[in-house]
Nanobody, 114 residues
Framework: QVQLVESGGGLVQAGGSLRLSCAAS????????MGWYRQAPGKQRELVAF??????DYADSVKGRFTISRDFAKNTVYLEMNSLKPDDTGAYYC?????????WGQGTQVTVSS
C-alpha cells in the first residue's frame, strides 16, 4: 500500500509560482509511475503531469510552465508551477501506481487570482 501526502498549495496572483510536494510512504523508486491531476469546480479531473522511468509528459495547457521532478532521497515528487493563470485553479492530486493499483493523495488547493 502507498500513502501520499500533498502540500504546497495556496493562493497566488496570476503570473506567480508555486511548488507542490507529494511525499510517499514507500520508496518512490519502487513505484511504476507518479503524477499530478487537477480538478476545477464543475469540471472533470484531468492529468497535469506524470513521470515514469525518467520519462515525463504534460498536459498541453501546462507545457513550458510546469515541471514534475523527483527526489529519491526524500521519496517526494514535486510539481513546480510557473506563470500561473486563473485557469490553473483547482484541487491538485498526487497519484502513484504500485503493482497495478493507483493510489491518491487527499489533494491540495491551488487558487490563482486575476
Amino acid at each position: 500500500q502507498v500513502q501520499l501526502v500533498e502540500s504546497g498549495g495556496g493562493l497566488v496572483q496570476a503570473g506567480g509560482s508555486l511548488r507542490l510536494s507529494c511525499a510517499a510512504s514507500r520508496s518512490i523508486s519502487s513505484l511504476n509511475a507518479m503524477g499530478w491531476y487537477r480538478q476545477a469546480p464543475g469540471k472533470q479531473r484531468e492529468l497535469v503531469a506524470f513521470i515514469t522511468r525518467g520519462v515525463t509528459d504534460y498536459a498541453d495547457s501546462v507545457k513550458g510552465r510546469f515541471t514534475i521532478s523527483r527526489d529519491f532521497a526524500k521519496n517526494t515528487v514535486y510539481l513546480e508551477m510557473n506563470s500561473l493563470k486563473p485557469d490553473d485553479t483547482g484541487a491538485y492530486y498526487c497519484t502513484a501506481r504500485y503493482r497495478s493499483i493507483d493510489y491518491w493523495g487527499q489533494g491540495t488547493q491551488v487558487t490563482v487570482s486575476s
